[in-house]
């Protein structure tokens, strides 16, 4: 089949003027994600954090998963070197050089990586199904085992490389962090919350944990405060002096917010937290996704114009 | 030290051994940090004829550094620090008192001008032209001025003395501090610790008797060889630490087994001194707070101890971080070396090669077969 280069012209301009009079693609978008009613997650303070990695154990016994062994190094204990098949949750140290002063560019800092349960996730919505779902109340990006077809478009729609798939195993699952759901359903929190020794991860309800980051951002640095240990509302406190804080919080607008939150004393994108649009990447697809289906114009152009197309090429064959 | 030369200050020993006596000086040695080929040094120094003069001057303290200096049970030290030092002057130990002590004090000042080690222990109150310590019917500060004047060196021993330990918490109604702050302008070598740990005071002393000159101090004074490092840093307990176990209460599972003391408000991370490395004087295995189960307070930190609370929670700003944490970006493999692609290759060869040949004869085979047909 040949296309004149008149006929291809026609064509895009057709299209273009389909384009313009739907205002583009904007106008399909879904809105900014609303905070579920009851949504709940996590605020991490890296100035508090101790690197102790008792969230770590804490995360394995919770959830049942098995300690794992760096090649390498002896099989003594538990020393992952990142988010894996057996390891949901993982403290990380960011260092340049043997300058031990923490919370500094030019010394170190610890950070503390799971699943961030965005608003408006990624992996839901690349899962095609749905196995991965957002709790409508709580929020928490929860994974269904049955439904799971082992496609991981979710590792490769994750903008933090959270979901991690059992390469060993001969009916993989995904694996993530699920916010200790099993816990909240006894009305308890997450594992790593309960046993932080220091507040630095901080269970709560993302509204107050919200306000209860704007409180720390506006604290005087080297002051000591109150921090409330392990979730808000506890009786426990804890008293330090406040750290230098980056004036951000992380998760509050990246890709449209998440419910884990973190705080820290060098730039985010040391610590492995790379600048993310305030949009979330599913907004986007979505967009596309909608303004080319709506009400099926699209389609039908554009199979109208493979059907003119295919007949003008069979009347040339004749 | 040669044997004669040990026999004449033997009977001043208390007739110890000679064995015992370079045992002392080789740990001294030891916790100073000194190579122990210079052990016979300090021995021939805190041998010497002339002993070397102390006078030890007590404000507003509660004793514990002299009873801490006392009460080591190794069997020679409290005759290594009475008999080897010339202790002319210290109101517990005195054998007069009243004005036959004043008088034996301007005398031992009078002969040692210049000479004498001048040993403060206990805060000095300001408030009120001192009032709140009065020694002879003189305001103790005033004591201490006049007498640090005259002296060749001098120390602070204990927090007190130090940066005004327990006298000086808030709200501090003497107005105590300590003697580097009370007589600014003259080097006063700080002995923290509540009590301080008594091969600490030794140490200094016997260095400054050997060389005739002050070990290396830090920048609040104190000598480095013993408050160089956190206590964190050579805590017996770190490893629970890294690992992430804590007694949460005390009795409980946790404590029990040794775990870290950090929840309980251990001030390790924020305290310098060399408590688990050399323990507390010569009392014996584990004695030291965190040997016996009780979190450090920081008695050797001015800013810590007496003034955070006990079970608050330290600041680790200035730890050393543990080794074990992965980087924020984990390094993965690098590429197949040379060796591996080329192996691969030859058996992705061999494969391809015996394909094509099974190929070959398959289309040998059809031809055959349809020749057969025809």
Redesign the interface.
């Known amino acids: 089949m040949k296309i004149e280069r008149r006929d291809f012209l026609k064509g895009v301009l057709g299209g273009g003027l389909l384009l313009a009079a739907d205002a583009g693609p904007a106008a399909g978008r879904s809105p900014g994600k609303e905070l579920p009613p009851n949504a709940v997650g996590i605020l991490y303070d890296a100035t508090l954090c101790?690197?102790?990695?008792?969230?770590?154990?804490?995360c394995k016994q919770a959830n049942n998963m098995p300690p794992e062994h760096t090649a390498g190094t002896d099989p003594l204990?538990d020393?992952?070197?990142?988010l894996s098949a057996s390891t949901m949750n993982?403290?990380?140290?960011?260092?340049s050089g043997d300058y031990?002063?923490?919370?500094t560019v030019a010394g170190?800092s610890?950070?503390k990586r799971h699943c961030m349960h965005c608003l408006d996730p990624a992996c839901v919505s690349a899962c095609p199904p749905s196995a991965l779902r957002k709790n409508p109340d709580t929020g928490v990006v929860t994974y269904d085992k049955k439904a799971c077809i082992g496609c991981r478009y979710c590792q490769i729609a994750c903008p933090f490389n959270i979901p991690k798939f059992e390469w060993h195993s001969a009916a993989p699952l995904i694996v993530k962090c699920q916010l200790c759901s099993h816990l909240l359903a006894k009305g308890g929190i997450s594992a790593c919350c309960a046993?932080c020794?220091?507040g630095a991860s901080l269970f709560g309800r993302v509204e107050d944990l919200r306000q209860e980051a704007k409180r720390r951002l506006a604290m005087t640095p080297g002051q000591a405060y109150d921090f409330p240990v392990a979730h808000l509302g506890a009786k426990e406190f804890?008293?330090?002096?406040a750290g230098r804080y980056v004036q951000q919080v992380y998760g509050e607008s990246e890709v449209g917010g998440t419910q884990y939150l973190l705080l820290a004393g060098v730039p985010f994108d040391?610590?492995?937290l790379p600048a993310l649009p305030s949009e979330s990447f599913v907004a986007l697809a979505d967009g596309i996704q909608y303004a080319i289906y709506k009400g099926m114009v699209y389609p039908l152009v554009v199979l109208g114009g493979l059907i003119y197309m295919i007949r003008k090429g069979e009347g040339n064959r004749h | 030290m040669k044997e004669r030369d040990f026999a004449r200050i033997q009977e001043r020993l208390n007739g110890i051994s000679r064995r015992d006596f370079m045992k002392f000086c080789t740990v001294m040695a030891a916790s100073l940090g000194l190579p122990l080929a210079d052990a016979s040094r300090l021995a021939a120094a805190v041998s010497a004829p002339r002993r070397p003069p102390v006078i030890w001057l007590s404000g507003q303290a509660c004793t514990g550094c002299t009873e801490s200096l006392l009460r080591p049970t190794h069997p020679t030290l409290e005759h290594l620090i009475l008999d080897l030092i010339s202790l002319d002057y210290n109101e517990t130990l005195n054998a007069g008192a009243g004005h036959q002590a004043e008088a034996a004090l301007q005398a031992s000042i009078k002969e040692n001008y210049g000479k004498f080690i001048l040993v403060i222990e206990g805060a000095i109150p300001t408030k009120d032209g001192g009032v709140y310590c009065m020694i002879g019917g003189r305001p103790f500060g005033e004591i201490v001025k006049e007498t640090a004047a005259k002296a060749a060196a001098v120390v602070a021993i204990g927090s007190c003395a130090s940066w005004g330990g327990i006298a000086a918490a808030d709200p501090n109604p003497t107005g105590a501090m300590g003697a580097p702050e009370f007589l600014q302008g003259t080097t006063v070598v700080t002995i923290p610790g509540c009590p301080p740990n008594a091969y600490n005071f030794l140490s200094t002393v016997i260095h400054f008797l050997t060389f005739g000159k002050l070990p290396a101090l830090d920048d609040k004074a104190r000598p480095r060889f013993a408050y160089g490092r956190l206590i964190h840093e050579n805590c017996e307990r770190r490893p629970h630490?890294?690992?992430?176990?804590?007694a949460v209460k005390f009795g409980d599972e946790g404590h029990r087994k040794g775990y870290?003391l950090?929840?309980l408000g251990c001030k390790g991370p924020m305290t310098y001194a060399n408590c688990p490395a050399i323990l507390f004087s010569d009392v014996g295995s584990g004695s030291w707070p965190v040997g016996t189960g009780h979190p450090c307070f920081g008695c050797t930190e001015p800013g810590v101890g007496f003034h955070i609370?006990l079970h608050?929670?330290a600041?680790?700003?200035?730890?050393?971080?543990?080794a074990?944490?992965?980087?924020?970006?984990?390094k993965r493999g690098g590429g197949a070396s040379v060796g591996a692609a080329a192996l691969l290759g030859a058996v992705a060869g061999a494969v391809v090669g015996g394909g094509a040949m099974v190929l070959k004869n398959l289309e040998k085979e059809d031809e055959t077969a349809g020749k057969d047909q025809k």
Do not use: M
Request: aromatic share 12%; proline share 11%.
């Open positions: 101790i690197g102790c990695q008792v969230c770590v154990g804490a204990w020393n992952p070197r990142d993982i403290i990380k140290k960011y260092g031990p002063v923490k919370d170190y610890f950070v046993a020794p220091t804890q008293s330090h002096k040391k610590i492995g | 630490f890294d690992a992430g176990r804590f870290c950090y929840k609370p608050t929670q600041s680790l700003q200035y730890i050393t971080p543990a074990g944490h992965p980087p924020i970006i984990e």
